[in-house]
């Protein structure tokens, strides 16, 4: 590929800049050498292909979104490791009660709102203990249980999953979006606004989804009396919340309050990054455990793939490649402002089964704002389009955590995940065109 | 000697332990039986590994614990190791984390040396791999019934002898069919043969095959060979010689009541990739259990 001349119309470096890209993506799909591995060779080669300076490609390496990205896995290593679990069991029951279905809209509902405001795998971390709690509870006979134990499970996933949209700080992919957009002078959406787009898409999601998994692994136990029971009688014996775990919930509503109110101003990673110094300053959390709770090599992915889409966008590459797919587009119909929209959102939600979130948007995003139409409705579009990972274990880390269990099979997610997956497309369509 | 023995669950792989342990009892090989749990993305890799830890804390045992209790139980009902280790029952807290995704608990042995239990994740093939590089095992024991064509790409990757625990019922008496050629493989294959027989109390058919009528001097001598072998040590044996597609005749002569005993096949293994060999289609074809000796 390298070789090979540039096409019309895009500058030797935008080329180097998408060998690079494919590479990366091919290298991040297969796995065959470590995550970090391809981040370091992201940033090699694009000093090496002389698409910038070293200074130029370390000062792109680390952004808000990057310190926003480690911040909110420190934070979750530090809150999950309260043990706020059994809390949050007594909660959801006494919601729910001890009806199957209510307890599955309680799920997602409880899992997409405390994914809006924490990553997404610290809510199925802390919610998946509980809901197994309730399927071991229901039967002795795994084969019984095998519909029930999936229905929870891809409750607690998928509603984690949709509910990281509700605000910014609900996953780093809306933060690197921000950084976009502010970059390519789209202009600046507060941490409200966002809430004002994005929760009515929630509102309208979490219902379907409860229908959508309801029917789709509809179990045999209508009502769970006597493992809601169980459950009740395990949680009661942990007593009463400790200092610790009241404390824990007051620094995170600091760290929330910071990003409505000040996230503007100081950005949202530095603010997770004040609520790990509270976490470390209190005593709550260990640095060794946050050192071996927390992916490292996930941060210098992002970082690097933002590093990428930076450099898409300054060499060019990001307007020629939307460029390009405009002119395709207009092959089929002169108005291209739907089928623009349709193509940037299933290409996200596509991606996003196949690669992470976060890197999907670092790398589509720039390409989506260049693609012409309202860049505030693409680029949000395509935010909420990367948490449509619903297909595939490999999508999310709360799709693989729910693997991790054992009692979810592969063929499960596309049995849910598809008709999730077009409800999910549908409602941002309508949403975005009418809200 | 060394077996690595791969258990799926308990519902499906009671044969392949059952086989597994008798064959090495009859070696006095050291064993360890693995199981290898879903594979975890790098990505999700730290998220899922907290997450079994909060699991661990509502007393939730990590996927794969149960299925190695279950071989603790078996090894214990069939006493194939120490008293004293089957009075201290399977603890879980002994479930050493020896790597990334591997771990590891030691089982002091009886008949058999030592016999350990692990459990990884991953993609089966690549930890099974990677576990027979780790221990340098002899022989890899797998049951008919996994993924299909893994134990097609066993014998193509794993530098151990493989052992195909396929379709074996207990209640079913079977023979050894035993193919001798002038393969470099064979003697080999002829000794782990007596070994296989001896544990299982069973005879020998010792068979030849050429696609000619002449029978060439490589391969009557280890056909004379194997059956002064089996002589010796009072081993009950017919010997056969046949004519025809070898694949075939073994097939036949097969059925579902023999253990097939084979040395692998010489061919390069790009070869073997493209062509197949000899050994991997009577490892397809038939229905009973076979060893393919390297």
């Known amino acids: 590929m390298y070789n090979i001349p540039a096409p019309t119309g895009l500058s030797v470096e935008g080329y180097r800049t998408l060998i690079i890209v494919v590479m990366a993506i091919i290298l991040i799909v297969f796995e065959p050498v470590p995550l970090p591995a391809v981040a370091m060779m992201i940033l090699i080669l694009q000093v090496l292909l002389g698409i910038d300076t070293s200074n130029g490609v370390a000062k792109s390496f680390m952004s808000d979104a990057v310190f926003f990205i480690m911040g909110s896995l420190m934070l979750a290593v530090a809150i999950v490791s309260q043990g706020l679990d059994s809390r949050l069991a007594l909660g959801i029951i006494k919601l729910t009660g001890n009806k199957t279905w209510k307890i599955v809209i309680g799920f997602i509902a409880i899992s997409a709102f405390l994914s809006s405001f924490i990553g997404e795998h610290t809510v199925t971390a802390m919610m998946m203990p509980v809901g197994l709690t309730l399927v071991k509870n229901s039967g002795v006979d795994k084969r019984s249980t095998s519909k029930l134990a999936a229905l929870i499970l891809f409750s607690i996933a998928y509603g984690s999953a949709m509910g990281s949209i509700g605000t910014p700080s609900g996953g780093g992919r809306n933060v690197i979006m921000l950084g976009y957009m502010k970059e390519f002078g789209v202009g600046n959406i507060s941490y409200l606004e966002w809430m004002k787009y994005a929760y009515p898409i929630l509102f309208v999601e979490i219902p379907l989804a409860a229908v959508i998994l309801w029917y789709t692994f509809k179990p045999r136990q209508l009502i769970l009396d006597s493992a809601v029971r169980k459950l009740k009688i395990q949680v009661t014996k942990k007593g009463s919340m400790r200092g610790n775990e009241l404390l824990t919930i007051f620094i995170f509503i600091l760290v929330f309050l910071g990003w409505v109110l000040f996230s503007s101003k100081v950005g949202l990673g530095i603010i997770a990054l004040i609520g790990v110094f509270l976490y470390m300053a209190f005593g709550l959390i260990r640095w060794e455990d946050l050192n071996r709770n927390t992916n490292w090599g996930v941060v210098i992915l992002f970082g690097a793939a933002v590093s990428l889409g930076l450099h898409m966008k300054d060499t060019g590459a990001a307007f020629w490649v939307a460029d390009t797919a405009i002119n395709w587009m207009k092959m089929i119909s002169d108005d291209v402002s739907i089928i623009r929209w349709f193509i940037a959102v299933v290409l996200t939600g596509l991606l996003t089964n196949l690669l992470s979130n976060a890197a999907t948007v670092a790398v589509i995003g720039p390409i989506v704002l260049n693609m012409g139409g309202d860049p505030l409705v693409m680029g949000f579009s395509t935010a909420i389009a990367s948490a449509f990972a619903y297909l595939t274990v490999v999508a999310s880390p709360t799709c693989m955590i729910i693997h991790s269990s054992g009692l979810v099979d592969k063929s499960d997610y596309l049995r849910a995940g598809w008709k999730m997956f077009i409800m999910s497309v549908l409602v941002l369509f309508i949403i975005s065109n009418f809200w | ?294």
Request: glycine share 6%; charged share 25%; proline share 4%.
């Open chain 2, 1 to 294: 000697m060394k077996f690595l023995i791969a258990v799926g669950s308990q519902e499906f792989s009671e044969p392949t332990l059952r086989v597994g342990m008798q064959v090495a009892k009859a070696f006095k090989a050291a064993v360890t039986i693995a199981y290898v749990g879903p594979k975890i993305s790098k990505f999700s890799a730290s998220q899922v590994r907290f997450t079994q830890e909060r699991m661990e804390e509502w007393e939730f045992d990590r996927p794969g614990v149960e299925v190695l209790e279950w071989a603790f139980a078996f090894l214990a009902d069939n006493n194939y190791i120490a008293p004293t280790t089957i009075e201290a029952g399977f603890s879980k807290n002994t479930l050493v984390q020896t790597s990334g995704n591997r771990c590891e608990v030691y089982l002091q042995g009886t008949v058999c040396k030592d016999v350990n239990l692990i459990l990884r994740n991953g993609d089966i093939i690549a930890e099974l791999r990677d576990e027979v590089q780790r221990g340098k095992y002899d022989v890899t024991i797998i049951g008919g019934s996994q993924k299909k064509g893994m134990a097609h790409d066993l014998v193509q990757y794993i530098d151990s002898s493989i052992f195909i625990v396929k379709n074996y019922n207990q209640e079913q008496s079977y023979s050894l069919l035993l193919p001798v050629n002038d393969s470099p493989h064979t003697p080999k294959a002829v000794k782990y043969g007596v070994r296989v027989a001896q544990a299982f109390d069973i005879k020998v058919n010792l068979i030849t095959v050429s696609k000619t009528e002449s029978f060439g001097e490589g391969y009557t001598q280890a056909s004379n060979r194997a059956s002064k072998l089996m002589r010796r040590v009072g081993i009950d044996h017919e010997h056969r010689y046949k004519t025809g597609d070898p694949v075939m005749i073994i097939k036949n002569e097969a059925g579902n009541n023999h253990i097939i005993v084979m040395g692998a096949s010489t061919k390069n293994p790009l070869l073997k990739f493209f062509a197949g060999s000899k050994p991997l289609k009577v490892m397809e074809d038939c229905q009973c259990p076979i060893l393919i000796v390297k």
